[in-house]
């Protein structure tokens, strides 16, 4: 079931970026960043509320709160350089480098979380970055 939701995950991405870019013209970017968060934020507490789950708040550790509030704070970083990059470059030149973060990640999870890094994964992470170059050079 998670191959499902990774790929409706990647329809989404990508749907964001033709929509964020045709609805950024003349609009702030820190603005617009605001208002898609705005939309996020009633769309994930409304999925809580749905779900029940709004119940699990008070089992979260204040270690996890720490590192969900830290996580949030770098996907708000992310989302304003993502939509000033956007509004002022190529999305097709914008996209790649921006799930280069792949890449990224392969490499801080190896550092941080210890993950095992395979033979395949960096076969893989070679080739999404000469791709990336590719694309964007």
């Known amino acids: 079931m998670w191959a499902v939701y990774a790929v409706g995950s990647a329809v989404f991405a ?3 970026s033709i929509l964020a870019k045709i609805g950024i ?10 208002i898609r968060t705005v939309v996020v ?7 809580v509320f749905l779900t029940g789950s709004q119940h699990g ?5 204040q270690r996890s709160m ?4 830290l996580s949030g704070l770098a996907t708000g970083a992310s989302w304003m350089c993502y939509y000033k990059a956007i509004q002022i470059g190529e999305v097709s030149k914008v996209v790649p480098i921006d799930k280069f973060s792949l890449v990224i990640t392969i490499v801080m999870a190896f ?4 993950e095992a890094v395979s033979v ?11 791709g990336t170059l ?4």
Request: glycine share 6%; charged share 10%; aromatic share 6%.
């Open 120 to 130: 395949k994964s960096v076969i893989g992470a070679v080739l999404i970055t000469g």
């Open 57 to 61: 708040i008070r089992d979260i550790s």
């Open 66 to 69: 720490l590192f969900l509030i």
């Open 14 to 16: 990508a749907l964001t």
């Open 111 to 114: 550092i941080f979380l210890h």
């Open 41 to 47: 934020l009633l769309l994930a507490w409304g999925m």
């Open 25 to 34: 013209e003349n609009v702030n970017s820190n603005l617009a960043t605001a």
């Open 134 to 137: 590719l694309m964007v050079l």
